[in-house]
Structure formats: structure tokens, C-alpha cells
């Protein structure tokens, strides 16, 4: 059975002004004509005569690399990849097409005739992953097609190759992960973005070697040229930056800011480049934003702001033909729900694959989920692009005005600004795993749920099914994040880098190794971080740390010493018995932190491995534990000064008939309104900037600056009854017994840490395990949303 309530704000369509909101609160409305591409498009290269565009689609799903015909805007030729990731370069004559082989380790080789790709040679770097860590990344070539060089993000190496012969001539290591290269005009010198260092490295091609570094901002990435080679523009993800380097000079003479407003909070993400065809004018991706920022570059050291135009979800990499512009957009047009879920994928198992290559388009595995695809823009007149500019504003939903003062109400316990006080003092802030919005409360009628959907409904989950009848059911949630990878970063951060964004499809395609170094954070840190520097006392139970072992160094010595991190052997009651042990101890020593945050995740099972706790015995081990957490909260001193935010790190698991990042979300404590049914639309950013509200934070991102708080979840009345938990109703100590094809695909699963399972092999099996092992998905349910902003407007349209 499907509710659906046409009153409330869903991602989809505007239908008064056309626009597509996203889950994040977000809009798009792209400028020029658009056309489909493959899975995460991060890279495009136009051949020297501009008669072909090849991009690269370097997601989680099927990666390829595509011919374009960028005059007509169409599809030339495609071909399969098993890896692949970012780099690309025409020969000069155009007859050859070098593409990055991701952790194959090697770079292919597709000769060009009649606009088709031909069978690929091979240039390999070395061993393929596991046993080789390499993964070329940028590419560059000479005009004469003797010299191929390709820069690494794993061994941190540019690699001088030959490209007729096929052979590694050199391999110079470099300071730190690359991701793009460029060669001056006279070819004398490389320039290397090192993505995690904040420089980019000179590579002298005569001698051979590293003669110096640039400092740049944080994350530099895309490089690009001026014709003559006297001018190096640098996109700066983490710094939402430009560094504008004189080569004569080898200094910045010029940092431009791509921000929407002046700010220094992360969120713009700046990440593409293009300069027009004279060159006056230049063109920059900031993929967090949606848009292009424009830039009037014709005077030296005093760039110019023109203003921004609309694109798609998230775009990576710009150029320009003529007076056209082309746009890669990594996520594509908009957001989609994934009713048929990733379970399906078992129909076709005997269908022959590459390496995490998706078998059908019916496969909904939300991190295959969004195509990508290329925006083609006429370069616009001054009062065109005024227009585009404005529409960007109407786009979002950060400002200046919102950073300082929040939406909110008078009278409400949720504080508008920082430096107001809230009768709340204490939050806990608990972390689950995996979940959907419909997998969990599709049962609830009061909600708009889709009960073909749950698995895991009231029976399963009594207490989570508690908190949404006695204080506010929200079944209009939506995580910020895809996966684990990038979940934690959003849900402790309201951010996850360009580093993150990029390289987590990798991972859980099984194509490469997960990135987890220290380039990978926001540049200020994540919310503890912003703790220590307020002066805001915190603790970490599990989250980014295991025991005393923290993964960070502002948790450090803030780490609960009995409370275990991500492992599936590890019971929920064992966590929740560690939170209420140090508790107790804090209470009685009036100790207590104004922050606490608590992962439990069981949530997340081991499938249907045999000996493993079963699919329903861990959810219901969860649901469990977090009602002991809130019932002995209830009960304690302070419990009067208390709200606790629960939330999914991400919503990957399983399927949901409005978005494929909704999820259960849950908020509880005396100021919570109770018995309240709330439709409007929220998100991970916008309950940490509740949380960050009630503590007195500062915003961390555009992102949670922009967000609505959850303030209509509250009341100035609070009701100061105590939460009594519900004993499980099945048991939580079932361990997996039956021998199936589900157990033993099961088998495979590496459970080490929640990055190394493959979530789509995962959510079929715990399907099945529910369901039953021949338990097929309902047929997938697809809804144009529509938006009804004002009555008027829908009768009028």
C-alpha cells in the first residue's frame, strides 16, 4: 500500500518554475540543452581539430569512455571499461585516445578511425590491484607522440611513458597524490596538481626531474593554461578558490573566490576549468553549487566577477568549442527514487560482467543510481547571463543572511543565532547504518510509506516505531550522502570533499582501495573540531574511533574507552551497555559533555553469512539498544536539559518509492512535540544545524548554513515524561544457520569495516532473508513529483 501526501515538499519537479529540487534542499534548473552520459563523468578532453569530445564515466555502476560529436550533440561511440579513473588525452592528430585504466594499472591505448574507438592496446605501469597500487590519473601528451605522461594518486609518481613503443620510460616519484598535468606550450615543463598537498610541482622534461613546487589552495585539482603558457589557473575544491599563478614569476598573483556570497565556509567545491576562445573570459565548475562562476580575466591580478550560470547535479569539468560551452555534470539532472532496490540484481546473475560493472539498468543500487550528463551552453550576452545569474540565487538555498540567522521561530527552544540560549543543554546525537525511510516505517499509516517496501517494520522495530508515534514522525528525511564513505563525512561535517565525492565509486565497485588519508576531511575539521575551538565539552562512542582509539586528532582523549566502532560481531546491547556504564560515571561527577555522539550500528548485518547474527536479529539488536539509551536517559538527572538526533550515516541499503536518499530520521527529549506527524522536508545538514543551534556552533558548510533547522519539531512546553523502552518482540540472538545461495554469497562479504562490504550483494541478501530466499521485488514504482507550492499557481498552470 502507497500514502502518498500531495501537500508536502518532495524532491522532483517544481511545477510553478520548473526547477528540480534536490534531497538536499538544492534546485537545479540547467542552462542549454542536455544530454545523457555514463556513471560519474569526471573527465573530458576536446581533440586538437574540436571535431571529438571523449569523456570519462568513472562511477561506482558501469565505467566507459564515450566519443561525442560536440557540434551535433550526439553519441558517436562507447566503450565498456573494467577501470578507469580521470585521465584522458587526444594525440595531436587525433588519432589516437589515451584513457586512464584506474587500478588496472595501465594506460589504454584506443586508436580513432571514422570516429569510432578501436580495439585498446595497453601501456602497463604495473601489477593490477590488489597487488599493484598505481591508478593513473592525469594525462598529458606531446604534440609529436613521442613522450605520454601520466601522474598517480596512489604511488604519488608521474610516469614518463612511451607511447608507440608502449613502454615505461621513467617513473619520477612526486611530493604527494597527483591528479591532473598539463605541458607548456614549448613542452619543457609539466605542471602537477598534488590534490592532498595544497602545490602543484614543476617537472623539468629535460632534466628530468622535480625542479620546484607552488604553494596553491586547499585540494588543487584541474589545471588549465592560457594559450601563450604565461598564465596557470588552478581550481582549489577545498578553498573555493582559483590561484592565478604568473609563470615568469612562479608566484600566485591572484586568488579568485567562486563563492555564491562572501564566505569561507566550504560548499562551493571548485573543481573545472575553461577559458573562452579569446580568452577574456573564464569559466569555473563549482560543483557543490551547481554552477558556473564566470570571471572577466582580461586585466592581470584583477579579475572580474560576471556572475554564474545554472548546470546540472555536481559538476566536474568545463570546455569550451567556439563560442559553446560543454559541461560535465557528475550526477546529472536530478535526484530518483530506487523502488526496485539493488535486490533485483540476482535475475540476471549469469549475465558475464567486468569488474563491480552493474548487470541492467533495472539494478537501483543508489550508488549507480545517478547517470551523469553533459550541458551544452551558448556562451551567453551580458543580459542572458544576468538572467543566469539570477537563477542560480533562486537555485539555492545558502546566504549570508542564513549563516547568521537561521530560520526559525520566537519562543521556539531552537535558537536562531549563536550567542541565544536554549532551555536544552545536553545533546546526543546517535549514528545508524543503512536504512531507508520505507525499509523501516513504510508501515506506519500516518506516514507517507510504502508498505510492500518494509522489511523491518514495527515488529522488528518496536522503539524506533515508538519514537515516531509519541513524539515526531518525519517521513520527509533525506541523508546528504550516498554511502558509508562519504555518510560519516556529511553526518559529522555537513561536507564531504571533492577527494571523497571522487574516489569512494572506486571502492565499492571493488575496482581499487578506499582513500582514507588526511586530504580526504574538510579543511576546518568536523564538528568536534568546532567543539574544541567553542569551548563546547563532546565525547565520541564509536563514532570515528574504536575504544580510546581515536581517527582524528580532536578526539583524542574524548573517546569513550568501552565503546567499540564499526564491528558486526559486536552486539548493540555491548554498546549501549558501554554508553550507560561512562554515563553513569559522568553523571555522578557532574561531567557529563554537551556533546555525545554515539554509533550504533548493527543496523548495518552481516547478511546471511552463516554464524553471523541474523538480518532481523541485528536490526531488532539495534532498535533494541537505542530504546535502553533513550529510556535510561529519561530516567536521568538531566534529562530535563536533553534532546537526543538520531539519523542513517546514509540510506544505501534498500529501496524507497520517493528518493533513494530518504530515510528514518527520529528526535527526542522534553522540548519535542509529541504525537506530531511533520511532512517538511529535512536533511542531514539541517539537523546538525539544529544541533549546532542548541550548542551555539557556527556553521560548518554552505551546506548547513543553508539548511532549515528542524525547529518545528519543537515546543517552547516541554513534557518531561520519561521514555520507557519495548522489550524485543523477536529474538536478537538468531544466528544464521541456513545454507543457501544467499549464505554463501554471504561468505565473500569482508565485514571488517562497513567501506569493504558490497552493498549491493548485501541488500539482496537481506531481502531474501526476510522475504525468503525466492522473494522477488514488486515491480519498480516511478512518480513524477510535482511540488504544489501555492494553490493559485497549480490552478493557474
Known amino acids: 500500500m502507497l500514502c502518498f501526501y500531495a501537500q508536502a515538499q518532495v524532491p522532483g519537479k517544481i511545477k510553478s518554475s520548473g526547477q528540480v529540487l534536490l534531497p538536499n534542499g538544492w534546485k537545479l534548473s540547467p542552462a542549454g540543452r542536455s544530454l545523457a552520459t555514463g556513471d560519474l563523468p569526471l573527465n573530458m578532453q576536446l581533440s586538437a581539430s574540436g571535431r571529438l569530445l571523449a569523456v570519462t564515466n568513472n562511477g561506482q555502476s558501469t565505467q566507459s569512455v564515450q566519443l561525442f560529436d560536440p557540434k551535433s550533440e550526439k553519441l558517436l561511440d562507447e566503450r565498456i571499461l573494467a577501470k578507469s579513473w580521470y585521465g584522458l588525452a587526444f594525440s595531436h592528430n587525433g588519432q589516437h585516445l589515451y584513457v586512464s585504466g584506474g587500478y588496472d594499472n595501465l594506460v589504454l591505448d584506443f586508436n580513432i578511425e571514422s570516429n569510432k574507438l578501436g580495439k585498446a592496446d595497453t601501456i602497463k605501469l604495473g601489477l593490477p590491484f590488489p597487488k599493484g597500487k598505481i591508478c593513473p590519473t592525469g594525462l598529458a601528451i606531446t604534440k609529436t607522440n613521442t613522450r605520454l605522461y601520466a601522474v598517480t594518486k596512489e604511488d604519488s609518481s608521474l610516469y614518463v611513458l612511451d607511447p608507440i613503443a608502449h613502454s615505461v620510460i621513467k617513473k619520477v616519484p612526486l611530493p604527494g597524490m597527483a591528479y591532473a598535468c598539463t605541458l607548456s606550450p614549448n613542452e619543457k615543463t609539466l605542471y602537477i596538481s598534488l590534490w592532498g598537498l595544497g602545490k602543484i610541482a614543476l617537472y623539468n622534461t629535460d632534466t628530468q626531474s622535480i625542479e620546484s613546487t607552488i604553494n596553491t589552495g586547499d585540494h588543487p585539482n584541474e589545471l588549465l593554461l592560457n594559450k601563450k603558457g604565461t598564465v596557470l589557473f588552478v581550481a582549489n575544491a577545498n578553498d573555493n578558490t582559483v590561484s592565478v599563478i604568473d609563470i615568469k ?64 547535479w555536481y559538476p566536474t569539468n568545463i570546455k569550451t568549442l567556439g563560442s559553446k560551452i560543454i559541461v560535465a555534470n557528475g550526477k ?40 551523469g550528463s553533459l550541458s551544452f551552453i551558448d556562451g551567453p550576452k551580458p543580459e542572458q547571463q544576468k538572467l543566469y545569474t539570477r537563477q542560480v540565487y533562486a537555485n539555492t538555498p545558502f546566504n549570508t543572511k542564513r549563516t547568521i540567522t537561521a530560520d526559525g521561530e520566537a519562543g521556539n527552544p531552537i535558537p536562531r543565532k549563536v550567542g541565544e540560549k536554549s532551555p536544552i543543554k545536553y545533546v546526543f546525537y546517535i549514528i545508524k547504518e543503512n536504512r531507508t525511510y520505507d525499509q523501516v516505517l513504510g508501515d506506519m499509516p500516518n506516514g507517507n510509506g510504502d508498505t510492500s517496501l518494509c522489511i523491518f517494520g514495527r515488529k522488528i522495530t518496536p522503539n524506533q516505531h515508538a519514537f515516531a508515534d509519541q513524539f515526531v514522525l518525519l517521513d520527509n528525511f533525506y541523508v546528504d550522502a550516498e554511502v558509508s564513505a562519504d555518510g560519516h563525512n556529511w553526518s559529522m561535517a555537513a561536507y564531504a570533499t571533492d577527494v571523497i565525492e571522487k574516489t569512494w565509486p572506486t571502492n565499492y565497485s571493488a575496482r581499487g582501495p578506499a582513500y582514507s588519508g588526511a586530504a580526504s576531511g574538510p579543511r576546518d575539521g568536523y564538528i568536534w573540531d568546532y567543539c574544541q575551538r567553542a569551548g563546547v565539552t563532546y565525547r565520541s562512542y564509536g563514532e570515528f574511533g574504536s575504544y580510546a582509539k581515536a581517527q582524528i586528532k580532536s578526539l583524542q582523549g574524548h573517546m569513550s574507552p568501552r565503546s567499540p566502532g564499526f564491528n558486526m560481531k559486536i552486539k548493540d546491547q555491548v554498546r549501549a551497555d558501554a554508553w550507560e556504564h561512562d554515563f553513569d560515571s559522568l553523571l555522578v561527577n557532574n561531567a557529563v559533555p554537551q556533546f555525545s555522539t554515539l554509533r550504533i550500528s548493527d543496523y548495518h548485518t552481516s547478511g546471511q553469512k552463516i554464524g553471523e547474527y541474523s538480518p532481523i536479529a541485528a536490526v531488532a539488536d539495534n532498535d533494541l539498544a537505542v530504546g535502553r539509551i533513550i529510556e535510561h536517559l529519561s530516567q536521568s538527572a538531566i534529562w530535563k536539559e536533553s534532546v537526543v538526533f538520531i539519523l542513517e550515516d546514509d540510506a544505501q541499503a534498500g529501496p524507497d518509492h520517493v528518493d533513494a536518499h530518504r530515510s528514518p530520521a527520529y528526535v527526542i527529549g522534553p522540548y519535542v512535540k509529541r504525537n506530531a506527524v511533520i511532512h517538511g522536508m529535512y536533511s542531514t545538514s539541517g539537523m546538525l544545524r539544529t544541533i549546532e543551534l542548541i550548542l551555539g556552533l557556527p556553521p560548518m558548510s554552505q551546506y548547513d548554513a543553508g539548511a532549515l533547522p528542524m525547529y518545528d519539531c519543537f515546543t517552547s512546553k516541554p513534557d518531561f515524561s520519561p521514555y520507557k523502552k519495548i522489550d524485543a518482540q523477536v529474538d536478537i540472538d538468531v544466528r544464521n544457520v541456513a545454507v543457501n545461495q544467499s549464505s554463501k554469497r554471504s561468505e565473500s562479504f569482508n565485514l571488517a569495516n562497513e567501506d569493504k562490504v558490497p552493498d549491493r550483494d548485501m541488500n539482496e541478501v537481506i531481502w531474501k532473508a526476510v522475504k525468503g530466499e525466492n522473494a522477488v521485488m514488486p515491480a519498480p514504482k516511478r512518480s513524477a513529483f510535482v511540488i504544489l507550492e501555492q494553490k493559485k499557481e497549480d490552478d493557474d498552470d
Open 249 to 312: 614569476t612562479g608566484k600566485v598573483h591572484e586568488t579568485i573566490s567562486t563563492v555564491l556570497y562572501p564566505t569561507k565556509l566550504a560548499g562551493s567545491t571548485t573543481n573545472g576549468l575553461a577559458l573562452s576562445a579569446d580568452e577574456r573570459t573564464l569559466y569555473v565548475a563549482n560543483a557543490d553549487n551547481n554552477c558556473l562562476a564566470v570571471f572577466d580575466v582580461t586585466k592581470p591580478g584583477n579579475s572580474k566577477s560576471l556572475g554564474f550560470i545554472p548546470v546540472g
Open 332 to 371: 546529472g539532472l536530478t535526484s530518483k527514487a530506487n523502488p526496485h532496490g539493488p535486490q533485483p540484481f540476482a535475475r540476471d546473475n549469469n549475465i558475464g560482467e567486468h569488474v563491480g560493472q552493474t548487470a541492467k539498468s533495472e539494478i537501483q543500487y543508489i550508488g549507480g543510481l545517478f547517470k
